[in-house]
DNA sequence: AATTAGATAGAACGGTAATTCTATTTTTAG
DNA sequence: CTAAAAATAGAATTACCGTTCTATCTAATT
């Protein structure tokens, strides 16, 4: 019975034109005509476009996670230099505009809604996987690791907007692997 | 006379509300209001709103020049450390909304105007800027160290969006510090 | 004081924004 | 097939957008 199709290709369409030219720049008739649907089906789906633009990030963040779950199983090189290169492969799926949480959490700061407060947390779930993560790798200061592996992929992401995702990733993994020789030649 | 002094008070008061609101997200009629003037004004003194965007970009990249050679003077630390601490400063003196250039890329890519050169000009100056830096500091590789750089103001500049410009400062300092360590444990 | 340029408030314009309403058609379920 | 639910087109609404026009008013120079 196709439950919601309308539904998924209104979530399809925003994510792309959100990402492209920013909340305030697309309007609902431009998602509508690109989803195929009428404005009555959007409003029958979501109660507002703030509620579609909830909605919106919060696909965009289980899709992030799944992503990053499933490409840093790929074991083989240092935990580090996998989520740098993970993340990396996510931003070359787009077409490198920036992060849509950072551009929520700017574009709605200071009104009173959910939104902010979503990419907010997106922002601090990133921290709290890259702590995970540096705790396994069995660093004693892995609350500063976990700072540096975000100002990287926060970095590698704005840098993307410049010179693409590849040359980007190259660079932030290069950065890691130049940080990662430090103990190792200091202790021995 | 006062020249044009309504001219700098809407110029001070666009760079003030794009940055808080995003370009899309500021009208002209908020604009005259926080400069104390009146619409025909505005007009009188630039042609468009793109118009007054782009000059608020030339502006805002005249004063980040100034502020980024006048604390890059300073020297005794590594010059590396020094342009990290200056771009922190800078950031510091505003409200971490992220960058206001690559909002500009993001928000007017695709349309035909100066405002997306303007902001992709200066990424390269700064990429310039670094990478003089760089041959300075006597690297072999100063291409690769100019591009570690950006990516590390980059990451900064987003990261302070979420826990200030003094503690991404402090942790991109850090990355700095370690990244330069190793050539010299190395070659001892 | 007269002239001139700049600044002012306010309305008007056409366009588009988000949201709501109505009425018709299509699809689904019993 | 029939009844209920979902989707449709299109207009109406209210509000704001950038831009232009007019007409008044203020401050500068001569």
Redesign the interface.
């Known amino acids: 019975m196709a439950k919601s199709k309308k539904k998924e290709a209104l979530l399809h369409a925003s994510e792309r034109l959100f990402y492209?030219?920013?909340f305030?720049?697309v309007g609902l008739k431009q998602i509508i005509h690109e989803a195929d649907t009428a404005l009555m089906t959007l409003y029958n789906h979501f109660s507002s476009k703030e509620a579609l633009v909830e909605e919106v990030l919060r696909r965009r963040e289980e899709r992030y996670w799944s992503y990053l779950d499933s490409h840093v199983e790929q074991e083989g090189e240092h935990p580090f230099v996998t989520v740098v290169k993970a993340h990396g492969d996510w931003l070359a799926t787009e077409s490198y505009?920036?992060?849509m949480f950072?551009?929520a959490?700017?574009?709605y700061?200071?009104t009173d809604n959910d939104i902010e407060h979503i990419a907010?947390s997106h922002?601090e779930k990133l921290l709290s996987y890259l702590r995970q993560l540096a705790k396994k790798v069995d660093e004693e200061n892995h609350e500063?690791a976990a700072?540096?592996l975000?100002?990287?992929?926060?970095?590698?992401?704005?840098?993307a907007?410049?010179?693409g995702a590849e040359?980007?990733t190259a660079?932030?993994r290069?950065?890691v692997e130049?940080?990662n020789?430090?103990p190792d030649?200091?202790r021995g």
Chains 1, 2 share one sequence.
């Open positions: 492209e030219h920013g305030h720049g505009k920036g992060d950072l551009r959490i700017e574009d700061a200071g907010r922002k500063d700072h540096y975000t100002l990287l992929l926060e970095g590698t992401t704005s840098m907007t410049l010179i040359q980007a660079y932030a290069a950065i130049k940080m020789t430090v030649e200091q």
